[in-house]
């Protein structure tokens, strides 16, 4: 069963962001041994966004079906979007901004920061935007038993923002090379410069059991997207990891949410006025 992309048409306040002709275009890595992240995170983000948002996810075999993907299975691939994620300028036509993010990520602030982000950076000529991480996993596996291989720039590619239109990206990041070019090409960015590298904080893409909290500066440090890296809480082995009483606090809500759609049942989306994001039941147990 695949899942269901959203959208949500709300409101901001920055009309240079909210006036864009489109919703901005969020692309989820999708796994299907970790549907219930999936969906956590989608909702995270659309209940947190003060722009339209639409949230769409990458599922390889969808892909593989339309023939934009057809690489055969890679033994250090840890999950199903290893290599889907550097089509996201396809996916998203070749213009505007767009975001991709793991779906073992948990949106605790506003997305439109990033948005702002990246619009300042396209006049510095940014091909794309990612926190630069200095990061080598202690364990040799993660999730459920994936390996866990070490490369330079390790997560970076984890949390992208996509200047899609972007010559370099046009050129390099179609269907055909993320189908035949190497893993240490997409991931490292190697057909970009490195000043076509933008950098956003680290509190965009705050690795559990590597980034912490600084106490003389939490403003500045505290996470606005948490990201699972090794395995969360919908793994028994991470149930009770860094910053899962707030995964699970969102798989609550989001589940609420799905049954008072269930309740309203008349199929507009619409809760006491407010927009609604478009959901399916969940395939997969938070104890998978």
């Known amino acids: 069963m695949s899942p269901t992309h959203s959208h949500l048409s709300g409101a901001g306040g920055d009309g240079a962001i909210v006036g864009a002709a489109e919703p901005f275009r969020v692309f989820v890595g999708y796994d299907s041994r970790e549907d219930i992240a999936y969906r956590v995170c989608r909702h995270s983000l659309l209940r947190r966004s003060s722009i339209p948002l639409e949230v769409i996810p990458i599922v390889q075999q969808d892909l593989r079906e339309s023939g934009l993907y057809w690489r055969d299975r890679d033994p250090t691939e840890s999950t199903e979007?290893?290599?889907?994620?550097?089509?996201?300028?396809?996916?998203?036509?070749?213009?505007?901004?767009?975001?991709?993010?793991?779906?073992?990520?948990?949106?605790?602030?506003?997305?439109?920061?990033?948005?702002?982000?990246?619009?300042?950076?396209?006049?510095?000529?940014?091909?794309?935007?990612?926190v630069h991480h200095d990061y080598a996993p202690m364990e040799a596996t993660k999730m459920d038993g994936a390996v866990q291989t070490v490369y330079p720039r390790k997560n970076w590619s984890s949390m992208v923002l996509f200047n899609c239109g972007h010559p370099k990206n046009v050129a390099a990041l179609t269907p055909e090379a993320v189908s035949?070019?190497?893993?240490?090409?997409?991931?490292?960015?190697?057909?970009?410069d490195d000043d076509e590298v933008g950098e956003v904080p680290f509190v965009w893409n705050f690795l559990v059991g590597h980034n912490k909290v600084d106490p003389d500066d939490v403003a500045g440090t505290a996470p606005r997207a948490i990201h699972y890296t090794s395995g969360g809480p919908w793994f028994e082995r991470y149930r009770d990891c860094e910053f899962a009483d707030l995964w699970n606090q969102e798989r609550d809500a989001y589940e609420a949410e799905v049954k008072e759609n269930v309740v309203d049942g008349d199929g507009d989306g619409e809760e006491d006025g407010k927009a609604a994001m478009q959901v399916a039941p969940a395939v997969v147990s938070v104890d998978a």
Request: positive net charge; contains cysteine; proline residues 2%.
């Open 81 to 130: 979007f290893s290599f889907t994620r550097f089509l996201t300028p396809h996916l998203a036509g070749y213009r505007g901004w767009a975001l991709f993010v793991d779906c073992d990520f948990l949106f605790v602030a506003d997305v439109a920061d990033l948005l702002r982000l990246a619009a300042s950076a396209s006049a510095g000529g940014a091909a794309v935007m990612c």
């Open 180 to 192: 035949t070019r190497s893993g240490a090409y997409l991931h490292r960015f190697m057909w970009l």
